[in-house]
């Protein structure tokens, strides 16, 4: 077994896939700062429409390659920031109308006002 050469054949592919989508952030970037907003938009009306819908459209094409990227960084995190809360005890993710579904959050208001009447 060669865990090098395995370490770095993933440490490649794993560029090679996140690569693309950089590259599409800082050129969206550079179209977005650099040009539409110095060269082709004055106080938020574009000042030449014909150069300003070609970078236009592409900014709407380089959003197609970093949303997929994006959107599953999204998920990862929320996934993250769920795992989080749902161990605490003192919120509940359900509505108000909803809370006594849930126990731990039931239960927690239960506590709070046995133990404020006292």
């Known amino acids: 077994l060669n ?11 794993v560029f090679k896939v ?3 989508p950089i590259l599409a952030f800082f050129i969206r ?12 938009v004055d106080l938020g009306q574009p000042i030449r ?5 070609v970078f236009w459209l ?3 094409l380089i959003n ?18 769920v795992l989080i809360r749902c161990t605490f005890i003192h ?6 109308d909803l809370c006594t579904f849930d126990p731990g959050y039931f239960s927690f208001l239960a506590m709070a006002r046995t133990q404020s009447e006292s």
């Open 29 to 40: 970037l550079l179209i977005r700062t650099c040009i539409l907003d110095e060269l082709l």
């Open 49 to 53: 429409p014909h150069i300003f819908s």
């Open 58 to 60: 592409a900014l709407l």
């Open 91 to 96: 919120t509940s993710f359900l509505s108000e």
């Open 3 to 13: 865990l090098k050469g395995l370490l770095r054949d993933l440490v490649i592919g």
């Open 18 to 20: 996140i690569m693309y």
């Open 64 to 81: 197609f390659v970093n949303a997929p990227l994006l959107g599953f960084a999204r998920y990862i995190w929320l996934t993250v920031i």
